[in-house]
């Protein structure tokens, strides 16, 4: 069992709020990734770290920005949400070059 | 371009079938992956393969390198598989490339 955690599930908001996606593991991974999916299509990188303090962006281009202060804790933050970033996000770690990958179960974000 | 391709993109069978999902890709990986997603949306992680064969339970993964091509295959298909399965690759660095995915539905 995947010990990797997204809140929220589902999370509805208004155009303009800020919001953090959460996303914890607890295998102690290196490797963390931000993934965009549209529904019924592929996963998008958007964001990724190889370690504290190191995070790059992904191949699809996101407003979104994210921290990784801590091992454990990979959060992906909104400043100022809007209707076009309606989509699900998904969290992912790895323990480095052609390992599995872990999923959390996902954050299903409408913006309204 | 690094590409990933599914095939089929929708399969419908009945239980007890035998079940087999393509995926090939446009240039040399490292690693490839097939992954199962729920309708809840979480995802699981299956199989990574780098060359031969892998099986679990009724599932099985095979890859041609050579080819560029691998197969996820399901024995004694039950309506539990449904999902969608998803083949990604690492195209000789950590980050993945993913497919559209394969919606497959059984029915009982």
């Known amino acids: 069992e995947a010990d990797i955690y997204q809140t929220p599930r589902y999370l509805v908001i208004g155009t303009g709020k800020k919001i953090t996606l959460e996303c914890s593991q607890t295998?102690?991974?290196?490797?963390m990734y931000w993934y965009q999916q549209d529904p019924g299509m592929e996963l998008h990188l958007i964001h990724y770290s190889y370690g504290v303090n190191s995070t790059e962006k992904g191949d699809l281009s996101s407003e979104s920005t994210v921290s990784r202060i801590r091992t454990e804790h990979f959060p992906l933050t909104l400043e100022s949400a809007r209707p076009s970033h309606t989509s699900q996000y998904l969290c992912?770690?790895?323990?480095?070059?052609?390992?599995?990958?872990?999923f959390g179960q996902g954050t299903r974000l409408t913006v309204v | 371009k690094n590409e990933v391709e599914q095939s089929p993109q929708n399969l419908t069978a009945q239980e007890g079938e035998f079940i087999t999902i393509n995926c090939s890709y446009s240039?040399?990986?490292?690693?490839l992956h097939w992954l199962q997603q729920h309708p809840g949306g979480g995802i699981v992680s299956l199989f990574m393969?780098?060359?031969g064969k892998k099986k679990h339970g009724r599932l099985i993964a095979t890859i041609n390198i050579q080819e560029k091509h691998s197969s996820l295959h399901i024995t004694a298909s039950h309506p539990r598989d449904s999902a969608v399965y998803i083949c990604a690759v690492n195209f000789g660095n950590e980050k993945l490339t993913f497919g559209t995915g394969t919606r497959l539905t059984i029915i009982p």
């Open positions: 240039v040399g990986i490292s690693a």
């Open positions: 992912a770690s790895s323990n480095g070059w052609n390992t599995e990958a872990f």
């Open positions: 295998m102690g991974h290196d490797k």
């Open positions: 393969l780098s060359s």
